[in-house]
């Protein structure tokens, strides 16, 4: 671990993998206590020295019909980060989801953007993937920055 910069999961790799439980989270019924994931955040952070610590957050209310987001823990700005909520609804396909919210992070960073951006960016094209059949993300970056600057309106783009 001390080679990892950039420490992205989810609450399920925390406690499994790392042995970090953030407090009263229920996945399942879909309570999330943010308290709980600063709190491990910051522990990671000081047991394995990340820059980043990353997690998506799911809210199930039905299969189809799920509440995404996502939050952040800067080590340098010692500061926890919660990003818009989405409501997906319908899904249809989650299988890319994690994968597009990871690789959406990356993009933002690399593109120069600040921690809060780049997780923004991330759970924006997620979230767009959520909507697309198939393991592969098939939106463009406009797409991507027109929902993550706040339009989330459906119109077509021109």
């Known amino acids: 671990m001390q080679y990892v910069d950039v420490c992205i999961g989810n609450e399920e790799d925390a406690e499994k993998v790392l042995g970090f439980k953030p407090g009263n ?16 955040f910051e522990q990671m952070v000081a047991k394995f020295n990340f820059e980043y610590v ?5 809210v199930s209310h039905s299969a189809s019909d799920n509440g995404w987001s996502a ?4 080590r340098d700005a010692k500061e926890f980060y919660h990003s ?4 997906i609804t ?9 994968d597009s919210f990871a690789g959406g992070v990356i993009c933002g960073f690399v593109d120069g953007k600040d921690f809060k951006k780049a997780l923004e960016y991330g759970v924006a094209a997620s979230a767009l993937k959520h909507t697309i059949p198939g393991d ?8 991507v920055d027109a929902l993550a600057g706040g339009d989330g309106s459906g119109r077509v783009q021109r």
Not at 71 to 74: A, D, F, G, M, V
Not at 90 to 98: K, L, M, Q, S, T
Request: hydrophobic content about 30%.
């Open 25 to 40: 989270t229920d996945v399942t019924s879909g309570e999330l206590e943010l308290a709980g994931y600063k709190s491990i």
């Open 71 to 74: 939050c952040i823990y800067s």
């Open 54 to 58: 990353i997690s998506s957050l799911r």
């Open 84 to 87: 818009r909520e989405y409501r």
């Open 90 to 98: 319908p899904i249809v396909d989650r299988v890319g989801g994690g």
């Open 136 to 143: 592969f993300n098939l939106v463009t970056r406009s797409d």
